[in-house]
Nanobody, 117 residues
Framework: QVQLVESGGGSVQAGGSLRLSCAAS????????MGWWRQEPGKQRELVAS???????NYADSVKGRFTVSRDNAKNTVDLQMNNLKADDTAVYYC???????????WGQGTQVTVSS
């Protein structure tokens, strides 16, 4: 059974930092493309950053230079370091894993990030 569990969210003032972590079980994160997505109320979920099995990374333009996605293979986690946070970064952040055998991708339950200006 695949499970993705996010942690590290919270409230921070603009300019601050947070580090999110996605702990995976049932899969080995370095074998798949893993992603961090976010969703604000009433808006579509959007890709923030992703990392492939080979270690290539991709970022949304809005977070380039501020966010860094990485993997800890020993802990089987995918992390998102978020620096210089802005109020626009306020959202629920989700970890996305590979597609399941039945079709839909695996998602975590989400973690709230709130940035006050």
């Amino acid at each position: 059974q695949v499970q993705l569990v996010e942690s590290g969210g919270g409230s921070v003032q603009a300019g601050g930092s947070l580090r999110l972590s996605c702990a995976a079980s049932g899969i080995t994160v370095n074998l798949y493309t893993m992603g961090w997505w976010r969703q604000e109320p009433g808006k579509q979920r959007e890709l923030v950053a992703s990392i492939t099995g080979a270690g290539s990374t991709n970022y949304a333009d809005s977070v380039k230079g501020r966010f860094t996605v990485s993997r800890d293979n020993a802990k089987n986690t995918v992390d998102l370091q978020m620096n210089n946070l802005k109020a626009d970064d306020t959202a629920v952040y989700y970890c996305k894993g590979p597609y399941s055998a039945s079709g839909p991708p695996y998602w975590g339950q989400g973690t709230q990030v709130t940035v006050s200006s």
